[in-house]
């Protein structure tokens, strides 16, 4: 799959990210989109590791829940690290 569609895949996998965990992480819609990216490819990676196939390589089903679900992780991370920051 090319560069491209990874971009436009992990751009709507943050989009998707945001609506399912709520709350405002402060990073807007650049950064649902960058998390989405970074969830592609980590969703991608992860669900190779399992099954054994590359879906880095091909466009599927498989590989936009993937990249949903690795944006999730990734905007859960974000929310974790972010939430130990001090405000003062």
Known sequence: MSIIAWLVVGALA??????????DEGYGVIGAIIAGILG???GG???GL???EDYMAEFSIMTVVAAIVGAVIVVLI???V?????TV
């Open 82 to 86: 972010a939430g130990r920051r001090s």
């Open 14 to 23: 943050g989009w998707i990210a945001g609506m399912i965990v709520k709350g």
């Open 45 to 47: 990676f992860l669900l």
């Open 78 to 80: 974000w929310r974790a």
């Open 50 to 52: 399992v099954t054994g």
């Open 40 to 42: 592609a490819i980590l």
